[in-house]
Structure formats: C-alpha cells, structure tokens
C-alpha cells in the first residue's frame, strides 16, 4: 500500500502544481513573497482546484508516511513531476520527443535504482540524541534559509530555481515530521498529537513553503520551478531520515553506488523533464528586467 499511497500523491501533488503555476503567474508581482500572494490567490478558482489536489496528494502522502520510511517515500513523490509533465503535454500540445523519454526513463530507473539498492527501513530512534536531532533540524532550516537568500540577491527571472528548492527543503522536512507525528498518533492517540509541537510546525512549514513556491510560480515557467522542487524535496526528506528518524540504508560500497547513481537519475531526470517544450513556459515581461528603480514589485 505504501508504493499505492505514494504514487496516489505523486499524481495528484503534479497535477496540483501545473494549475497553481497556471493561476499564479498572473498575480500581482508587489505580493512576491508575502503571505498577501496566498489572499490574492484565493479568488482564483484554477489556484483552488489546483491546492484542492496538492492538499489531497498530502493526506495521500501522510498515508504513505504512515506505513512506510521516509527514504522509502521520498523517492516515490519524486515522480509526481511525470504526473505534471502528462497535464502539460496535454495543455500545450507539445509530443514528448526523445528528450521527454529520456528523463521518463531517468527518474523512474533513478527511483527504482534506489529503492531495490537501498532497501530502506525503519531504525530505531533511541539511539539519536536530541543534539543530534537540533542540528539535522536546523541545518534543513538553515539550508532553505540561505536559497531564500541567495534568490533575493538575484534578478528576477533568476530567482524561481532558488525559491521552488527552498520550498522544496521545507516540504522534506515537513514530510519528517508527518512521520513522526504519525507514530505520536499510534502511540498515544489524538492527545498526544494536539500536545505535540511537531503538527504546528507541520503546518508552520507548509503554509511558509507555499508561500515560497507560488512566489516561484508567479516569476517565472514551471520548468525553472519545477525540477528544483521536486529533486529538493526528496533529498531533504532522506537526509531527515537518516538523520534524525533512525532509517536505515545498506552501506556496502556497492549498495552505496547504486544509491548515489540512483538519486543522480532522480535529479537528472527531474531536470530533463523540467526543461522539456511541453511544460509551461510563459514568461512575464518584467522578468528580463534587473533590479533597481524599474522593479515591479514596487521596490524602487
């Protein structure tokens, strides 16, 4: 069920990402990320359809937590960029060519490489330390931090790879803590939940990696957004895992080098599908401009 659950979410996180990339690229530039962009995007009934599929891929996707790893997961969601390259295809009319099979092939061969090479399991967490934990944790934390960072000294047009990885490292994290509050939940029911600080972060993290990822979509095509946030996701997801929920890898060297030849098929694939003439690739005339006193978002 887990592989069901997982490719369930994939499915319906895609298509949720083409309509809100759709809706958001016509909201106002002036909102870049502001939590007003999500208020302004509210009365967009595309943007509505288009998070009533992603929030559904998550409720999947917390199933999927729930009954399997997060390094067993994580991979599974990666494909929902396979998901989003079918809804493109079909709105832009554009044939898939030998450079669509290619990252087809790519990331579901990168996806299987890791998965029968890996053989992700459970571990226990009793052996890891709450320093150990803090520092996973703020390290993801810091991480996202420094591509917000690092978009917002850039112009305009280059700033959507650096804001859809950041949201896509928040959304790893947040799928850690899914996890965990999972096993709260089997342990000691809804109280233990409610009395949990993890689901408020969970929320803390989707509702800031939203934000991120429509300012994303607003700036520019689904193909500079896209590949970032879906090779992110799954590699914070793990390094979570492994890092502070006790999964476990196999760690002979030729276990490890299909892993990494694996998890490079994902990225590869991600990118080559990103790139590819069927995503959406309008662009806003503003963003050739650099930043300074023509700013549009009001800036200057």
Known sequence: MVYAYGLTAACLLGLGFVLQQHAAQSAPLADLLSFRLLLDLLHDRVWLA???????????????????????????????????????????????????????????????????????????????????????????????????????????????????????????????????????????????VVTSWQPYTIVA?????????????????????????????????IVCGVGFLGDRLRLDPAALAWQAGGLLAVVAGVVVLGRHPAMPSGVRPADAGPRGGGDPRGEG
């Open 50 to 192: 288009g998070i009533g599929c992603m929030v559904v891929g998550q409720i999947f996707g917390a199933l999927a937590l729930a009954q399997g790893d997060v390094s067993m997961v994580e991979p599974l969601l990666a494909t929902n960029l396979l998901f989003a390259m079918a809804l493109a295809r079909r709105l832009s009319g554009q044939s898939l060519g030998w450079s669509g099979w290619a990252g087809v092939v790519l990331l579901s061969g990168g996806v299987a490489a890791f998965m029968l090479a890996g053989r992700p399991a459970g571990g226990s967490r009793a052996e890891i330390g709450a320093l150990r934990f803090w520092l996973v944790f703020g390290g993801v934390l810091a991480t996202a931090l420094a591509l917000v960072v690092v978009a917002r000294h850039l112009r305009l047009a280059e700033e959507p790879p650096f804001l859809a990885a950041a949201a896509g490292v928040l959304y790893g994290l947040q799928d850690a803590l899914t996890r965990m509050s999972s096993e709260l939940f089997g342990a000691g029911g809804v109280m233990a």
């Open 205 to 237: 993290l989707a509702v800031t990696g939203l934000m991120l990822v429509q300012s994303a979509f607003e700036t520019g095509p689904l193909r500079m957004s896209l590949p970032g946030l879906t090779a992110a996701e799954p590699l914070a997801g």
